[in-house]
């Protein structure tokens, strides 16, 4: 926590030193330490901003790419993430992981490094090319082309570099970082300034070769194919470069790039957006709000036997009784079901917006709702009936009485009643009315009387879970599914039994922690059940499961593998260079249950779409990108332009990246104009 405690001493005075250019003298011996400016800004003092402006855009592009790989929805139907869940997407969801990169980390990448190597804080210049290298391929990866080589160069108008240019330079970033941290550092220890690893050089290597294992592993469309590189030289990648990078990376739990966070009641907050800084970078996306909602698709990842379940779809209090002064007698944890974005039968957003869910605090409330159609209005009598609502039908017109401590949407529209299914993504912190250090329920009102929990949280979106941005099961399903394209069988199962083993003792070491804390300061209300170590029998049992398996495909590695991201974009990468529900391994489909959202009609974004909702095969019909920020439409518009004809067009989402093509031809084919020739 030592350097999160920095961040938040240095917060005000980082600020002059980010977007300015480094100075001839480094040092100015009448510098107050606490106030650094462009030019005294040691590397331990850069290296936190890099790092939380990173995390930001991280967080922030996670949760959007999670609308579009189908795990996360919206609430609303018309708003920009609600638009990404339903594939016809608007600029303006592509803004905050632009800015939280080019504006708060990028910029502080080169001063830092040349600062680093001149006092000799070498490990600093290798982290820093490191995440430079992180913050590239995270912009290429949404974007498709970016300017890189001019980015921090002066110019207002920096000239894009395509994504085959943009991948190896990503790479070499990588490289170069590497060789940094197999240097001494004789100035700055790491430790000072790293709030991932804690100054660990050795598990920085590590993690330098997990992100090369995945930028390899996203060119598996091009594997076995000659690439020419910018210098003439032609190269080949395969799933054997894959494996030999996972060899050299995490091995084990304890090598995890896991960030520590914390509920801390009056942080401070950061400059492009304003949120705690020593909050949970994905929580600020996911579950700061009330709008967030998890889909079918997710929730039936999930096998029956499955513990993980209950910790990472949330919960709400039902069934409520209470007392004679108001207080809770009893209730239950529902878990949330989730939107289905698949099916049009069954999707309640196609009814329009889905309503967050009230109580009834007081006196009782009646809401009277007009249901034309008899069969309709038969089933929804009944489900009021069976959920002990007092009911009076007078032709077409339903009276519902909701009662003291029922929970009800607050609408006359019949079809939204049901919405209090779908329980909301969110968690509280001291941030947004917060109760306790570790009490994270998302309480349906801030009166501290009212115990009523419309939400528990999920694991890995609390304000206060740990941010992961790589660990070793993600690596072990990388490397069963690897193995298994190999058509080395036996391998590849035990990858993937290792890769289920890892995150269920990874979920289990942080439910302990959390277990042994007060979840809940709210009298009548048991501590938080998703915040509770799994049942060790539920566990073993599962885990007996998976291990007496005798194969595994493709579907089932990609379908541990999302469990055990969730909500992590490099998830949609998975998607798109498997072309969703069409890509196959041994014959059989990586993601077969996918589908396009049932309410997409944005055909002149995808002219490609077919009918069939789960062929992704023809050219143009999938999401394949965003388009570029407001920034760039806005005052790079000629560069853009010149970068890809596409650009500012609609079917700009549906254009593959480099990495998502199977060669270049394609790719350039597209109008995208070569970097180097």
Known sequence: MKNMKKIKLILGSIVLAMGLTSCESWLDVNQDPDNPTAESATPDIRLPWIQNYFTYAWGSASMRTSQIYGVLTQTSTTSANGCLAKWNPLQSSATTPYQNWFIGAGVNVDPLVAKATA???????????????MGFNLMSDL???????????GKYDPTYDDGKDLWFMCMDDLEKGIEYLKKTNVNYPLSQGDC????????????????????????????????????????????????????????????????????????????????PVQANMLWNSLAYGSSQRITKYYVDLFKADDPRIDKLVPSVMTHVKLKADGS?????WTRAAGVDM???????????????????????????????????RSKFVNDMIATAH???????????????????????????????????????????????????????????????????????????????????????????????????????????????????????????????????VTAGVDENPTMQPMDAAAVSAYLATVNAKSAVDIAEIMREKFIAVSFNYELWNDMRRYDYSSGKVN???????????????????????????????????????????????????????????????????????????????????????????
């Open 119 to 133: 006092v000799g804080a070498n490990h600093y210049a290798g982290v820093a090319l490191i995440i430079e290298s």
């Open 143 to 153: 974007y498709g082309e970016i300017p890189m080589k001019e980015a921090y160069t």
């Open 196 to 275: 991932w690893l804690n100054g660990d050089a050795d598990k920085w290597i590590k993690f330098a070769y997990g992100l090369k294992a995945r930028y390899i592993a996203k060119l598996s469309k091009k594997f076995g194919k000659e690439i020419t590189k910018k210098d003439g030289t032609k190269v080949t990648y395969t799933e054997q470069d894959v494996l030999d990078a996972l060899a050299l990376s995490l091995k084990s739990n304890d090598d995890n790039v896991s960030i520590k966070n914390y509920n801390i009641d009056g942080d401070e907050t950061n400059i492009t957006v304003g949120d």
């Open 328 to 332: 809770l007698e009893s209730y239950k």
């Open 342 to 376: 698949l099916n049009k039968d069954n999707n309640i957003r196609m009814a329009g917006n889905i309503s967050n869910a009230a109580f009834v605090e007081g006196s009782s409330n009646t809401i009277k709702y007009t249901i034309e159609e008899a069969d309709a």
């Open 390 to 520: 007092d009911v009076t039908v007078n032709d077409k017109e339903v009276k519902v009485v909701y009662k003291k401590g029922q929970i009800y949407v607050n609408s006359t529209d019949y079809r939204h009643a049901g919405d209090t299914i779908y329980a909301n993504m969110a968690s509280r912190g001291f941030e947004t009315s917060g109760r306790g250090e570790y009490d994270t329920y998302y309480y349906y009102s801030t009166n501290t009387s009212v115990p009523y929990v419309s939400g528990t949280g999920t694991f890995y979106g609390r304000i206060n879970s740990d941010l992961d941005l790589m660990t070793y099961a993600e690596l072990c399903f990388l490397k069963a599914e690897m193995l298994l394209r190999q058509n080395k069988n036996p391998e590849a199962l035990q990858a993937y039994k290792d890769g289920v083993k890892a995150n269920f003792e990874r979920m289990q070491k942080k439910l302990t922690e959390w277990g042994a804390q007060k979840t809940s």
């Open 587 to 677: 014959g059989v489909k990586a993601f077969p249950n996918f589908k396009r959202p049932c309410e997409s009609t944005a055909v002149t974004k995808f002219p490609g779409s077919v009918t069939s909702s789960d062929d992704f095969s023809v050219p143009q019909s999938a999401f394949r990108r965003w388009m570029q920020s407001t920034h760039e439409t806005n005052y790079n518009l000629v560069n853009l332009k010149a970068s890809n004809t596409h650009a500012v067009e609609d079917d700009i989402y549906s254009i593959p990246t480099w990495w998502d093509c199977a060669t270049d031809d394609e790719y350039y084919n597209y109008g995208i104009t070569k970097t180097y020739k």
